[in-house]
């Protein structure tokens, strides 16, 4: 298997947030196999202005932006800014920075470069032998390597790390904006045979000052975005005309690149299109997606997500050879089933992963920027 260019610090980190007293610093933890990317042009919002809530105060000409633009940045201002443009700006822009500082300058020391690179070598050979050995610490029949990670004036710096006190987590006194931890503990299961192993990590990073309460309002209204209708398919010349350019512009833009959405799909679709539009053009440039959204709610009002998208190798391989390699040579290693259900058992959202036919599905239920049990 072909490695893709990048940092060995440089992989997806999956996290699962933990609610505590809104005025702290909030943190982060998740368990998985930590593997670290970001993708910073996410964060960028649209040139030519930045959202303002509705009946909020003018904060200046630099944050006022049409509705079409700030709709979909919205969620994003509340929930890091509860609301407040002026402090979600401050806070995304300090995050940005911070993203900056591990893209463009990591400082390693020699455990952990060396740890991290020869990580990398085994998982992608999928050699899980060579991965355990490589782990240089014992705790009972566990192999384990911790490390820490935390921001300098103009880096972002891992060491290896000494000591329980300083990983990061909901009670830890280490917890600033992006301060972080890793654990990765990994086991031989004997019963088995030489090529079972149980591996685990335990892992905390620093956000910030944000309020669980804003964050799940941010949620809500993302989520209300799947909900709000377009346009009749055969509008009149003033309904058009009272469609906003920016909104139109984008929905030409999807009706060429991606032809099989319907008109609900490309209402979405443009929204988001209209705040990010970097982004947008990336993600249209290296993938399809073929529906979004039911064109009709159903009779008792809930909208039906069927988000199905996928990568489209002939379309980068010209651009993004490597990575485009890469994923071929996954074939059908893995072929993932994720449910969500709510504290009754009952389904709220199942997303779909299909590396053979490199596929993504999501289906979901939602009425009133909630999701519902299907």
Same mark, same amino acid.
């Given at each position: 298997?072909?490695?893709?260019?990048?940092?060995?610090?440089?992989?997806?980190?999956?996290?699962?947030?933990?609610?505590?007293?809104?005025?702290?610093? *909030?943190?982060?933890?998740?368990?998985?196999?930590?593997?670290? =990317?970001?993708?910073?042009?996410?964060?960028? %919002?649209?040139? &030519?202005?930045?959202?303002?809530?509705?009946?909020?105060?003018?904060?200046?000409?630099?944050?006022?932006?049409?509705?079409?633009?700030?709709?979909?940045?919205?969620?994003?201002?509340? !929930? *890091?800014?509860?609301?407040?443009?002026?402090?979600?700006?401050?806070?995304?822009?300090?995050?940005?920075?911070?993203?900056?500082?591990?893209?463009?300058?990591?400082?390693?020391?020699?455990?952990?470069?060396?740890?991290? *690179?020869?990580?990398?070598?085994?998982?992608? @050979?999928?050699?899980?032998?060579?991965?355990?050995?490589?782990?240089?610490?014992?705790?009972?029949?566990?192999?384990?390597?911790?490390?820490? &990670?935390?921001?300098?004036?103009?880096?972002?710096?891992?060491?290896?790390?000494?000591? =329980? =006190?300083?990983?990061?987590?909901?009670?830890?006194?280490?917890?600033?904006?992006?301060?972080?931890?890793?654990?990765?503990?990994?086991?031989?299961?004997?019963?088995?045979?030489?090529?079972?192993?149980?591996?685990?990590?335990?892992?905390?990073?620093?956000?910030?000052?944000?309020?669980?309460?804003?964050?799940?309002?941010?949620?809500?209204?993302?989520?209300?975005?799947?909900?709000?209708?377009?346009? %009749?398919?055969?509008? *009149?010349?003033?309904?058009?005309?009272? $469609?906003?350019?920016?909104?139109?512009?984008?929905?030409?833009?999807?009706?060429?690149?991606?032809?099989?959405?319907?008109?609900?799909?490309?209402?979405?679709?443009?929204?988001?299109?209209?705040?990010? %539009?970097?982004?947008?053009?990336?993600?249209?440039?290296?993938?399809?997606?073929? @529906?979004?959204?039911?064109?009709?709610?159903?009779?008792?009002?809930?909208?039906?997500?069927?988000?199905?998208?996928?990568?489209?190798?002939?379309?980068?391989?010209?651009?993004?050879?490597?990575?485009?390699?890469?994923?071929?040579?996954?074939?059908?290693?893995?072929?993932?089933?994720?449910?969500?259900?709510? !504290?009754?058992?009952?389904?709220?959202?199942?997303?779909?992963?299909?590396?053979?036919?490199?596929?993504?599905? $999501?289906?979901?239920?939602?009425?009133?920027?909630?999701?519902?049990?299907?």
């Amino acid at each position: 298997m072909r490695r893709v260019g990048g940092s060995p610090g440089s992989r997806l980190l999956f996290l699962r947030s933990r609610a505590e007293d809104p005025r702290a610093s *909030t943190v982060l933890s998740g368990r998985g196999l930590f593997v670290c =990317a970001v993708l910073a042009a996410l964060l960028a %919002p649209a040139s &030519g202005g930045l959202p303002v809530a509705e009946g909020q105060p003018r904060l200046g000409d630099e944050l006022v932006a049409p509705p079409a633009v700030w709709r979909a940045f919205r969620p994003l201002v509340l !929930a *890091t800014g509860d609301g407040d443009a002026a402090r979600a700006v401050s806070y995304l822009r300090e995050g940005t920075a911070l993203l900056r500082k591990a893209e463009g300058k990591l400082e390693r020391d020699a455990a952990t470069l060396a740890f991290q *690179t020869r990580a990398v070598d085994s998982l992608e @050979d999928f050699d899980l032998k060579a991965f355990f050995q490589l782990l240089p610490k014992r705790d009972g029949p566990f192999r384990y390597f911790a490390f820490e &990670g935390a921001p300098t004036r103009s880096a972002y710096r891992f060491r290896e790390l000494e000591s =329980a =006190a300083a990983e990061v987590n909901a009670t830890s006194a280490r917890r600033g904006f992006g301060d972080s931890s890793s654990v990765v503990r990994m086991r031989h299961l004997e019963a088995k045979d030489d090529k079972h192993y149980l591996l685990s990590w335990r892992g905390g990073v620093g956000v910030g000052p944000l309020a669980f309460a804003s964050i799940v309002a941010g949620v809500h209204d993302a989520l209300a975005l799947l909900e709000e209708r377009a346009a %009749p398919a055969q509008p *009149t010349k003033q309904a058009s005309d009272a $469609v906003p350019l920016l909104l139109r512009t984008a929905d030409a833009q999807l009706k060429k690149s991606q032809p099989s959405l319907g008109l609900e799909d490309r209402r979405v679709l443009a929204a988001a299109w209209a705040s990010f %539009p970097t982004s947008a053009a990336l993600l249209t440039s290296v993938g399809r997606t073929d @529906d979004v959204v039911d064109e009709l709610p159903r009779a008792d009002g809930v909208t039906r997500v069927s988000w199905n998208s996928r990568w489209d190798a002939a379309r980068t391989r010209e651009s993004y050879p490597d990575l485009t390699d890469f994923f071929h040579d996954l074939g059908n290693l893995a072929e993932a089933r994720i449910k969500l259900t709510d !504290a009754h058992g009952l389904t709220l959202a199942v997303v779909q992963l299909d590396s053979e036919h490199m596929r993504a599905r $999501v289906v979901a239920f939602v009425k009133d920027g909630k999701l519902v049990p299907s």
